[in-house]
């Protein structure tokens, strides 16, 4: 039996500019981090040629092709694994609510079935056979950072270059900044499960108009260097400024990112005392991020829970997608 182990991501600047639509014409940088969140795939051999896989849904079929679960199916699919297997999925968190889950679910899926296979794969490597599954095979409207942070984990600086390459360069600070980093970013979750694609589909349609979205993007690589040079020289409490200017210019990319209800959420976490702060992933609902001075926490955790939002702790994963156990 195999386990993996993938962590969740949130994003602190640069999304947007992860999609070709952006990178192809000028360099994407996403700061991203993993969290102590995770999503575990296990896999063993079945005593039949059947594929049997277990999410939310059980499935039992002959051929990989009548699997419904098409991540999982195409998965199989690349690791030339068709027949004779059990794969079961667990999460720490629900899918939709803007912290990668589909790329955490295909990274984990990946990573558990070639070391069945018992084949070593660089993080690099299972982060762009995701990219090709979710991407290429699947025309998911999305981009390629979270791949890249499921399987690298820590705090990564993630460039896109025209040519397609990606280049993933660890944030290298003092251990206090990463734990001041960690102890002021607090996680709400709003309620709020959505689809992303919409909203993903739009901001990529606006980008290739070279419209407001673009230059929106632009804004957001700066900041994604901003946040890399704050962490970096240690000045943590930059951040907050950063998050507060990074969703201001998200909001520029679709009309779906976000919502009158979205904005009052937002309002009451400054109100009660945070800096600035997010939706996470493509907007239109999932997770609040925001930046709070500790003196502040207990009044905006008071505030957001007054307005019905559930508070997610987190820790930084600084190990990436890996195998926790493997046995014959």
Known sequence: MIVSKTPFRISLAGGGSDFAEYYRHSRGNVVSLA??????????????????????????????????HDLI????????????????T???????????????????????LYAFKGEWHAHDDIAERACRIEIDILKRPIGRQDQYIAAFGGIQDIHFNPDGTVFVHPIVCPIATREQLSKRL??????L??????????????MLKGSEARAAVDGLVTLARDVRVSLVNGKVNRLGRLLHESWQLKKQMASGVSSRHLDRIYARAIG??????????????????????IRAQSRVRAAMLRAGLREVPFAIDHEGSRIVHYSG
């Not at 607090?186 to 309620?191: H, I, K, R, S, V």
Request: hydrophobic share 40%; aromatic share 6%.
């Open 193 to 206: 499960q959505r689809n992303a694609g919409s909203v993903l589909y739009e901001a990529r349609r606006n």
């Open 272 to 293: 009660a005392g945070a800096v600035g702060g997010k939706i996470a992933g493509a907007g239109g609902g999932g997770c609040l991020l925001v930046f709070v001075p």
């Open 90 to 112: 667990i999460a720490d968190l629900p899918a939709g609510i803007g912290l990668g889950s589909s790329s955490v679910l295909t990274v984990g899926v990946l990573n558990a």
């Open 186 to 191: 607090m996680l709400f979750f709003t309620g």
């Open 35 to 68: 969290i102590d969140r995770h999503m575990y795939v296990t896999v063993n051999r079945r005593f039949d040629h059947t594929i049997r896989v277990s999410y939310t849904k059980t499935e039992i079929v002959e051929h990989v092709d009548d699997l419904r």
């Open 73 to 88: 199916r195409e998965a199989l699919k690349m690791t030339g694994i068709t027949s004779g297997v059990e794969l079961t």
